[in-house]
């Protein structure tokens, strides 16, 4: 494999295992000092009685705690903050959580930083400047947009902030201008595809070449069915805000794994039950620790994703670690649509309504291409007052509470008392029928 | 005055036959039966002679059910026989949210189920007419 020139100009893309090894010990020392800014890690940190000279190599690692999402929610809006608020240009919040965000912080190094990142990640796949590219996901608070954004103007390709929805706009706009490059969550991309094929219109006369699909999880088969309809290539990507966001882990052209950037994240596999490190090459929880973030460092991060680290050495010459494909949550959290989803954040509006009882279900599946929420709820007996009007301003009053919260569209069904399954120990809350699934 | 008795159900096979056969099973003879439907689930709105014992039985098996005022009011059962009621209605200018009516005698007595905002002002419009609400069936 020959090492083309890296066109992002960054001395970390092609490091050694050994080069990665020592880096990653010298960044975790300053992450670590860097972190203990913070009011929240200072006392986190004291209350281990952890001082950041324990900290010597990256081996060290196990003796600092987990920071959980809790951790983050407990310490909105900045008590994780570990420079001067004069030096943060930007902040993030997490998507689609219950009650108070979380909130991510930057300095213009970090930015800078992230960019890099996520310019190496395109790059790896072959986009260069001669690319135009069409960023198809949210832009605001949601890491997805500016975090392609920034990464794709760095690389110099043409971009064009589409953000997400209006599928005739995105047709118009990559038949236009040549498109060759798109970014959207794989749900999306397969829409489009089939909308133009309704239409008459034939998804592989775009001039698409690469398609980088992330933010839910898909599998193989939806990968191979997109790359069949368009004529491209797809690669996932695996981010998450408390990480930046999108950039954190790339397939290369192998599209045999994620590489984690190393010289960025010192990631671990866990067994979410004992908290001890997995065996090699196990499934457990992924928990990942900044290196080079300065305005908010997060040391042991407990994503709740379940992955396993490949084995064996990539063809295309990178020492960074490849992650597997995510193959759950460690938690109860829901990926629909692309948007993080509690089943309590749907709980939480069921129950503020007097008229609903105490049983429901979140019911997945999908249609077309794109994932549809129905919320099955039960009615309370003694509420019912004879009228069909009551009933249909409950359900509609229930679909747009929903959708404000979650932020997409759902159905609701209003159920007699007792039609659900009466819940056995713990209520089965979610069914979730989605294809590939 | 009078009561008719709603059910919840959900749009199912096998939904109205059990609301039916409960009653059947209780001796309730069903007077009018309507049903009002939004797809997904609709409202069965039920006349009997014993609307308590009606709403009673069902609520035993498990039903969702609501008991409701209504005004009845007795028409004679001959072409252009709610004429003289509808008229009262509008020369009254109330309005009607649901109604529906059912036959008590073939050619001689029906009745007529009315809804709205003000029950009493329709039963007096009935009334100006020589029309008479009934209280029991």
């Known amino acids: 494999m020959e090492h083309i020139k890296d066109p992002v100009g960054s001395r970390f893309e092609w490091m050694s295992t050994d080069e990665i090894a020592e880096f990653q010990s010298e960044r975790l020392r300053e992450s670590v000092a860097q972190a203990g800014k913070s009011p929240y890690y200072a006392a986190k940190f004291a209350e281990a009685g952890i001082k950041p000279e324990d900290i010597q190599s990256r081996e060290d690692i196990t003796k600092l705690p987990f920071t959980t999402k809790e951790d983050l929610r407990l310490s909105y809006p900045t008590g994780m903050l570990a420079v001067d608020p004069e030096q943060v240009i930007r902040m993030h919040t997490s998507s689609g959580t219950t009650g108070k965000p979380t909130a991510i912080f930057h300095t213009r190094q970090d930015i800078e930083n992230w960019a890099e990142l996520m310019a190496r990640c395109l790059a790896m796949v072959g986009a260069t400047s001669k690319d135009v590219f069409q960023n198809m996901t949210g832009y605001g608070l949601f890491t997805g947009g500016l975090g392609l954004h920034y990464g794709a103007e760095r690389l110099g390709m043409w971009t064009i902030p589409a953000g997400a929805g209006n599928t005739a706009r995105q047709i118009m706009l990559m038949k236009d201008f040549h498109v060759t490059v798109i970014h959207a969550t794989p749900s999306y991309a397969m829409h489009i595809a089939e909308r133009m094929l309704a239409e008459g219109d034939n998804p592989k006369s775009l001039e698409l070449r690469i398609g980088v699909l992330g933010a839910e999880p898909y599998t193989e088969e939806m990968r191979l069915k997109l790359q069949d309809i368009y004529g491209f290539k797809v690669f996932n990507s695996y981010g998450l805000s408390e990480m930046n966001g999108p950039g954190v882990a790339f397939e290369c052209t192998y599209q045999n794994g994620m590489h984690v950037w190393e010289d960025s994240y010192l990631v671990e596999i866990i067994d979410p039950n004992t908290l001890e490190p997995c065996k090699p090459g196990d499934v457990g929880e992924l928990v990942m620790t900044t290196l080079r973030r300065t305005a908010q460092p997060i040391i042991r991060y407990r994503t709740r994703d379940l992955t396993r680290i490949l084995p064996g050495e990539c063809p295309c010459g990178r020492k960074h670690i490849r992650l597997d494909r995510m193959i759950g949550r460690s938690d109860d959290m829901l990926i629909v649509r692309g948007v993080n989803v509690f089943p309590s954040q749907i709980e939480e509006v069921l129950m503020k309504h007097e008229w609903v009882g105490g049983n429901y279900v979140i019911h997945l599946t999908t249609v077309g291409a794109m994932d549809e929420m129905t919320v099955k709820v039960e009615i309370s007996k003694t509420s019912f007052d004879g009228s069909i009007e009551t009933l249909r301003k409950l359900r509609d009053h229930l679909q747009k509470q929903i959708r404000e919260q979650v932020g997409f569209s759902v159905h609701v069904e209003v159920l007699e008392p007792g039609s659900l399954p009466a819940s056995e120990g713990k209520a089965k809350r979610v069914v979730d029928e989605r294809e590939g699934r | ?137």
């Open chain 2, 1 to 137: 005055m009078y009561y008719e008795v709603s059910v919840f159900v959900e749009n199912k096979p096998g939904k109205l036959s059990r609301v039916v056969e409960v009653l059947g099973n209780a001796g309730i003879d069903i007077l009018a039966l309507n049903v009002s439907d939004d797809g997904q689930f609709g409202v069965l709105k039920i006349l009997t002679a014993e609307p308590s014992r009606t709403q009673q039985v069902l609520s035993t098996a498990n039903m969702t059910v609501a008991i409701n005022k209504v005004a009845c009011i007795e028409i004679k059962d001959e072409p252009g026989g709610l004429v003289k009621l509808a008229k009262a209605i509008e020369e009254a200018g109330l309005n009607v949210k649901d109604a529906y009516g059912c036959i008590l005698e073939r050619g001689k007595r029906a009745v007529f189920v009315v809804k709205g905002d003000d029950l009493e002002a329709i039963e007096k419009a009935a009334r100006s007419v020589g029309l008479k609400p009934l209280e029991s069936l």
